[in-house]
């Protein structure tokens, strides 16, 4: 069955500083999507980024990058230069038995609630 | 609509009333996704739809919940006998059906706030 775990609840960090969200995954498919989004205070969920399980190139998005590693089974995020912004909940998903014709389900970890202080 | 519609934002019931949550989703997606998220939790599947196949229900938590997609379009969660414990923010989400670009992502409404009293 597939698993998110974000084991860190709540993080809190002054502006400036670097931050880095942890998501670890179970799955026994070797076919499978990972993704991140994020919760602002007003509460309507953001896509940030989906990543196949073919993929294990890092990315990078201005201040935010993210880290795919399958031998750990980890995709964790990190924020570059903190802003006040940033302070949401944020969410790892997992999207596993992908086909091509269909969706699949999607489980999300628990959230990491993410505070930048200014 | 250009977004994920949810009707209706709040809603305050008595425990055992029976109460209906609507969906409307992205024109064009395929995909039709419920969650629940209570205060301070994470995001608990319930249900989703692709397309014309039979649902996925395992995350439905007792029998007193169901949903059904009419129409390849709207669905509605429906909650039976409500229970104190079902207080929480349903949220619904759909996306594009099937591999490439937008397949599986997501696109959230803002949630039904459910509160049983």
């Known amino acids: 069955a597939q698993k998110v775990t974000q084991a860190q609840t709540e993080i809190s960090v002054v502006e400036k500083e670097d931050v880095t969200l942890d998501c670890v995954y179970e799955t026994r498919d070797t076919t499978y999507y990972l993704f991140w989004y994020k919760q602002p205070p007003s509460g309507e969920l953001v896509f940030l980024i989906r990543r196949n399980s073919f993929d294990e190139q890092n990315e990078i998005s201005g201040r935010y990058s993210w880290n795919f590693q399958k031998s750990t089974s980890s995709f964790n995020f990190t924020i570059t230069a903190s802003q006040v912004v940033d302070s949401a909940v944020y969410f790892c998903a997992l999207s596993e038995g992908v086909g091509y014709s269909s969706a699949s389900k999607i489980i999300f970890g628990s959230g990491t609630r993410l505070s930048i202080r200014p | 609509g250009a977004g994920v519609s949810q009707s209706p934002s709040n809603k305050v019931t008595e425990k055992g009333k029976d109460v209906e949550l609507r969906c409307d989703p992205i024109?064009?997606?395929?995909?039709l996704y419920w969650y629940r998220q209570s205060l301070g939790q994470g995001l608990e599947f319930l249900i989703y739809?692709?397309?014309?196949?039979?649902?996925?229900k395992s995350g439905l938590p007792s029998d007193r919940f169901s949903a059904e997609r009419t129409g390849g379009s709207v669905s509605t969660l429906t909650i039976q006998r409500t229970q104190q414990e079902d207080s929480a923010v349903y949220l619904c989400a759909s996306s594009l059906g099937g591999p490439n670009s937008g397949a599986n992502v997501l696109t959230f409404g803002a949630g039904s706030r459910l509160t049983v009293l």
């Open positions: 739809f692709q397309g014309n196949s039979a649902p996925d």
């Open positions: 024109s064009g997606h395929t995909a």
